[in-house]
């Protein structure tokens, strides 16, 4: 009796893969937005995405082996992604200390608290950033002028926040989409985030539907609202290729953990946080909705999986 069947929390993965492999897998992917924020915001950027990294390393390490007495795992990429993803949500001017208390919340609260990996309820990295921006909102809305702007100004406002104030304002769609334009250090470019997201479906890290469903649901909803109104603020282009869509469809809605198992749950899913972070973003108090939209729908995904997975052959299943 070799052979163990050996119950573990998720992610669970096959064929030969590993968690340590697909984790350093999404930081590759995560590369060229690296690449397009050192450029756009030069030394900060690497500075605070570093000691992001650090930090939540740092943490996870701690509260494993001195307050849960375990091995650490910090090895395994997990911390290593939320430090980064954490600093792609943050400005590159952000204050060291609130970046800090954002990676001990995310780390301390949101992942360890529940066991650790395979166990947390909600996306790290997101809760850290909703984390900061209600504790914090000036210092999280404080948007640097990029280094390669051609105006003196020392902070600008993002395209979402002047599609509101000044739409008259807002930048040309290509520099949206090479990422131009002031915002969060790793948001800014819609064509890095899309290299990141071919890189991760051709190594199978991923799956196209909780990405192409947030994407296509967000460009389908505000379409809809464009042809019976074409004004700035439905254009669908600018909601796909401004604020932190891109990089929450392709990098954080499709956490292992915290999103749906079956192809139709990932489907409802994807759709269901499009549809609310248009919302979020024409109606709501923020200019910008979809980490909110991310982490509702992190809670809703016990649910999905229950009523998604597909019942056993014989299985009897109880109405009401």
Same mark, same amino acid.
């Given at each position: ?120 309820? @909600? *996306? %790290?990295? #997101? ?5 900061? &921006? ?5 210092? !999280?809305? +404080? ?90 603020? @439905? *254009? %669908?282009? #600018? ?5 932190? &869509? ?5 990098? !954080?809605? +499709? ?66």
């Amino acid at each position: 009796m070799n052979n163990k069947l050996i119950v573990s929390p998720s992610p669970h993965v096959h064929s030969g893969d590993s968690i340590e492999k697909n984790m350093y897998g999404v930081l590759i992917a995560l590369i060229p937005a690296f690449l397009v924020a050192v450029y756009v915001f030069r030394l900060d950027a690497l500075i605070i995405t570093a000691l992001s990294v650090l930090f939540c390393v740092g943490f996870e390490y701690l509260i494993a082996r001195y307050i849960m007495k375990k091995e650490p795992s910090v090895f395994d990429g997990s911390a290593i992604i939320t430090g980064v993803l954490l600093a792609f949500n943050v400005p590159s001017n952000l204050p060291i200390w609130i970046l800090a208390l954002g990676a001990l919340f995310s780390i301390g609260v949101v992942k360890m608290s529940f066991g650790g990996l395979g166990n947390n309820i @909600f *996306n %790290p990295a #997101i809760a850290g950033r909703i984390f900061l &921006l209600i504790s914090f909102p000036a210092q !999280m809305t +404080t948007w640097p002028t990029p280094a390669i702007a051609t105006t003196d100004a020392t902070t600008s406002a993002t395209v979402l926040s002047n599609l509101r104030l000044d739409p008259g304002s807002l930048p040309a769609i290509k520099d949206m989409f090479f990422g131009f334009e002031g915002g969060s250090i790793g948001e800014m470019s819609a064509l890095a985030l899309l290299l990141g997201l071919v890189y991760m479906l051709w190594k199978k890290i991923i799956t196209w539907h909780i990405p192409v469903s947030i994407i296509v649901s967000v460009a389908l909803f505000t379409g809809i609202l464009y042809i019976f109104n074409p004004v700035p603020t @439905f *254009n %669908p282009l #600018i909601h796909l290729f401004s604020g932190g &869509l891109m990089l929450g469809a392709i990098f !954080m809605a +499709t956490d292992y953990v915290t999103s749906p198992m079956t192809k139709s749950g990932m489907l409802i899913y994807g759709v269901s946080i499009g549809f609310i972070t248009v919302c979020i973003r024409l109606w709501g108090a923020y200019p910008e909705g979809v980490s909110f939209a991310i982490l509702l729908m992190n809670a809703f995904t016990p649910l999905i999986n229950n009523y998604t997975t597909p019942k056993r052959y014989g299985e009897v299943v109880k109405n009401g």
